[in-house]
């Protein structure tokens, strides 16, 4: 069945992949990210498919006028694809709350205003489901991930109690967990990056998780890196701490700046 969906985040790496699948798949897409020329150039490439929603999710107003766009056109949202997202590490050294703020207000304020107006939108669509893009990194405390786990293993949690809230209205919600996927955001990273997956690897997998007729509540890849995160936060808490002390060890060592 073709979905009207509403994809943020689409400009660019896994969302950017994402929108090419579902779009191949023929669904409608209404895309939103602030580099518009990406989003433009799938318009023209499905241009019967594509309702463009650009704009800043970090600021109320705009995701306010996003949402009134696509009640405008369609009306109504049956997916929402809160995306969007931004990383950058801690130096401990030099630790950097506005660094902090600039994360958490990206990954897990600006996707609660999504939220807002999704929501809306999906009380009125067909069979509603709401994924959020989460990371693995909430698993697990890693190095340097202090801003960026914290806003996902955040964005996690709103997404899980939302789960329970929105079931009696019929809301099915999914978190997404990826583990890493070469995109424009991990291309900065100076540190290896275990079992990375191509962006439209990535994208495939998720979509085709997302259409089971039986919603799944977490979409989580690649599986022996999710295992190994789980397994390793079942550990005491000082033997995590003595292992993550010697990732720090083994970054410095190979050169990286952590
Ligand atoms: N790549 C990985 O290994 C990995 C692993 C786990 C989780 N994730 C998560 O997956 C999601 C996508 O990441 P990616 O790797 O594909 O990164 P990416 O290539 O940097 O894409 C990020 C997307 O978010 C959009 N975005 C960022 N800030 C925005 C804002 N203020 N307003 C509107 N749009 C904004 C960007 O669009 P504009 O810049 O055009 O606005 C872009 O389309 C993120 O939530 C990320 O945390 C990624």
New binding site residues.
Partial sequence: MKRRIWL?????????ALAEELLNAGHQLAL????LEPLEALDQRFPRQVLLAP????DPDQVKGIGERIAQVWGAVDTAIL?????EYIDATRFDAQLVERVVR??LI?TSYCIQEALTLLRLGQRPHLVG?????AYLPLTRSEA?GAS?AGLRYLFRSLRIDLAREGIDVTVV??????????RKNDFP?PM?WP?PKAARFIAQRLKKNRRPMEVAFPWPLILSLKLLALLPERLQLALGKRMVRDARQSGSSA
């Fill in positions: 943020t985040g689409a400009s660019s790496g896994i969302g950017l939103t990210a602030r580099n704009g800043d999710i970090t995306n969007a997202g931004t990383c990206t990954n600006a893009v989460a990371s693995s990194v960026y996902k967990s990826p583990g890493f996927v070469d995109t424009p955001l991990t990056m990375s962006a």
